[in-house]
């Protein structure tokens, strides 16, 4: 059978700092003139540096059949998107073929091909166009559009007034209603609310079973098993794995726990301003151990260094993201307990203690974060890793397997049963 898509040797090298500047001054043109016949003359001769050059991806070779979901996951920086916008055709590769047989309709960022000061109703007809329908296809399917996307209210609304979550709503229904043979969608469906995603997914999988093709992005592990046929793990450019849905998401986790790089290894762990982030560490303060039990005191703890940050507010915090689903279980800033650091000038640590840690057993990433007065973040995310065990929080000799399949936060409160009485109040009295 003849591949929907088919990928081969596909490459694309980007030059750091090498894109053109758009908006220049009148004297920057000027000198422009000059200047340009020698810069070309450079890069002709290979003036970029060897240091310079970045494949985003390289010697990439897989093949999807028609009908086939599949689901590309992997670390951020390891060629997802750049994967979906050279396949979308937006960007052309620096070597290798890609080969889509079809119609194809790609959903990449929120709001893509939408004019913000034109209505609900004038961005269905010109993002229909821009993706290849007709008038006469957009008008059949417009109340399809409008009903899918649930906007009627908004639909005379101009959409720069339309929140993130309407915006992918709308954006979805274009384009899920243009039955394209290849739909091409990346994370954007995580904007959306928990009751649209399942809607979305019920037509993502409604249109593999009329013969459609799907490309699905997600870090959102359980919405990629749950959909997918099959998946493709990347890593640093490289395709990783390619194969049955469970196998993929399991060598992934792996990879993710017992490799260090694959999770260090970021753009977003490298030094951004005065302050880097270093040596992120979790442990339990009882037996100061990284092996961490449901309930036991912890404690989050990591060095920096920095410069010129002298007067200013500094606000550490840090977070816990379920491997799994991709979810933000714990987020806790110093600022919350309205507790900001000036003196943070130079080399120092930063610890803070948790009493009965209350996240169920699982493996999660740990994120330290910096924020300067507020609104100024000096260093992007330095994550590790962290496996919190079986443990009992609640003192019963339960280990809570029950609790751990309904919640991934536990509280611990006071129960009461008062016989023979009731409790009145009024709205008025709760509030």
Known sequence: MKG????????KQYVIGGAEQIYRSFREMVAGVFTSPFQKYLKLKGAVRE????????????????GEVTGIIGQNGAGKSTLLKILSRITCPTEGRAILSGKVASLLEVGTGFHPELTGRENIYLNGTILGMTQKEIRSRFDDIVSFAEIEVFLDTPVKRYSSGMYVRLAFSIAAHLDPDILIVDEVLAVGDALFQDKCLRKLSSASKEGRTVLFVSHNLKMISALCDSCIVLNKGNLLSMGNVTDQVNLYLSKLSNETELVTDREETKEHGPMVIDDVRIF??????SVIKLGDDVAFEFNYKADNLRGKAISFGFSLQDITSG???LVYYSEFNNMYFYDVNGQGTIRCLIDRLPVVPGKYLVACRAVANNREIYFKENLTTVIIKEGDYYGTGRLGHRAAELT????????????GETIHGDVGELN
Do not use: M, Q, Y
Not at 4 to 11: E, F, I, K, T
Not at 408 to 419: A, M, N, S, T, Y
């Open 51 to 66: 240091k310079d050059k970045f494949w985003a991806l390289r010697n990439v070779n897989f093949e999807i059949r028609p």
């Open 408 to 419: 991934k936060i536990l509280i611990d409160g006071e129960w009461e049963h008062h016989v």
């Open 284 to 289: 339990s303060t009882a037996n100061n151990s």
């Open 327 to 329: 979810e933000f279980v």
């Open 4 to 11: 929907a898509v088919r990928v081969d040797n596909l490459g």
